[in-house]
C-alpha cells in the first residue's frame, strides 16, 4: 500500500522558516510526480509546489522565491522561509503515479490518487 506520511509542523512566527517532509513507502517513489498542497480554515486545498520524478517542480505564485520543493530518496521536503500569518494551513503530500507533473494541473485536487493526513503549520 502506498503510505505518505508528513512531519515537520509547528508554530512559528512571522518571518521564520519551516521545514516539512514526507516519507513515502509502498511504491517507486523516485519514479513518481509529488506535491504539497495546503487547506486553510475555511478555503479550498490549494497547490503548493510540485517536483516530477526529473525534479522539474512548480510552485504558487503565492510562495514562489521563499520555497523550495526536494526530494531525497523516499523523502519529499518542502522548505518554507519568510513565512507570513498567511500561511498558516494544514499542509499534505499528494503523489501521482506519472513520473511527470502536468503543467496546467500540477496544483489540481484530482490530478494525485495518494494523500498524508497532513501536518499543521502555524505562523503568528
Known amino acids: 500500500d502506498v503510505q505518505l506520511v508528513e512531519s515537520g509542523g509547528g508554530s512559528v512566527q512571522a518571518g521564520g522558516s519551516v521545514r516539512l517532509s514526507c516519507e513515502a513507502s509502498g511504491y517507486m517513489f523516485s519514479s513518481w510526480c509529488m506535491a504539497w498542497f495546503r487547506q486553510a480554515p475555511g478555503k479550498e486545498r490549494e497547490g503548493v509546489a510540485s517536483i516530477s520524478s526529473l525534479s522539474n517542480t512548480y510552485y504558487a505564485d503565492s510562495v514562489k522565491g521563499r520555497t523550495t520543493v526536494s526530494r531525497d530518496k523516499n523523502t519529499l521536503y518542502l522548505q518554507m522561509d519568510s513565512l507570513r500569518p498567511e500561511d498558516s494551513a494544514k499542509y499534505f503530500c499528494?503523489?501521482?503515479?506519472?513520473?511527470?507533473?502536468?503543467?496546467?494541473?500540477?496544483?489540481?485536487?484530482?490530478?494525485?490518487?495518494?494523500w498524508g493526513q497532513g501536518t499543521q503549520v502555524t505562523v503568528s
Open positions: 499528494a503523489a501521482d503515479q506519472r513520473d511527470f507533473c502536468p503543467t496546467n494541473t500540477w496544483h489540481v485536487q484530482a490530478t494525485f490518487d495518494y
